[in-house]
C-alpha cells in the first residue's frame, strides 16, 4: 500500500500564500504521477494540478498562473506552491498519486483562504 502525508494546509488572507507538502511512503514503486485535488463543501472533488514522473504537469484552468506543482523524487514527495490564493481557494485538498493505473489517496488537509 502507498502512504500519502500532506501537510501545510491552514487560513491565510486573500492574496496570500500556502504551500502544500505531499509525502509518499510504503510501497511506492510503480507511482507514475502524483497530484492535488480538492473539494470545496457541496461540491465534487477536482484536479487541481497533477505531475509524472517524467515532468509532465497539468492545472486546472483555474489555478494556472497562480499555483505550482513540483516533485522531489529523492524525497517521493510533491509539493503545491499556492500564491495569490481567493476565497474560492477554500476547500480540502487531497494528495493523490497514482499506481498501476489506480490511486491513492491522502487524508487531505483543510486549505481557507478568508479575511
Excluded at 1 to 15: A, I
Excluded at 33 to 39: C, I, K, N, T
Excluded at 43 to 68: C, H, M, P, W
Amino acid at each position: 500500500q502507498v502512504q500519502l502525508v500532506e501537510s501545510g494546509g491552514g487560513l491565510v488572507q486573500p492574496g496570500g500564500s500556502l504551500r502544500l507538502s505531499c509525502a509518499a511512503s510504503g510501497s511506492i514503486f510503480g507511482i507514475n504521477a502524483m497530484g492535488w485535488y480538492r473539494q470545496a463543501p457541496g461540491k465534487q472533488r477536482e484536479l487541481v494540478a497533477i505531475i509524472t514522473t517524467g515532468g509532465s504537469i497539468n492545472y486546472a484552468d483555474s489555478v494556472k498562473g497562480r499555483f505550482t506543482i513540483s516533485r522531489d523524487n529523492a524525497k517521493n514527495t510533491v509539493y503545491l506552491q499556492m500564491n495569490s490564493l481567493k476565497p474560492e481557494d477554500t476547500a480540502v485538498y487531497y494528495c493523490n498519486a497514482i499506481k498501476w493505473g489506480l490511486p491513492n489517496w491522502g487524508q487531505g488537509t483543510q486549505v481557507t483562504v478568508s479575511s
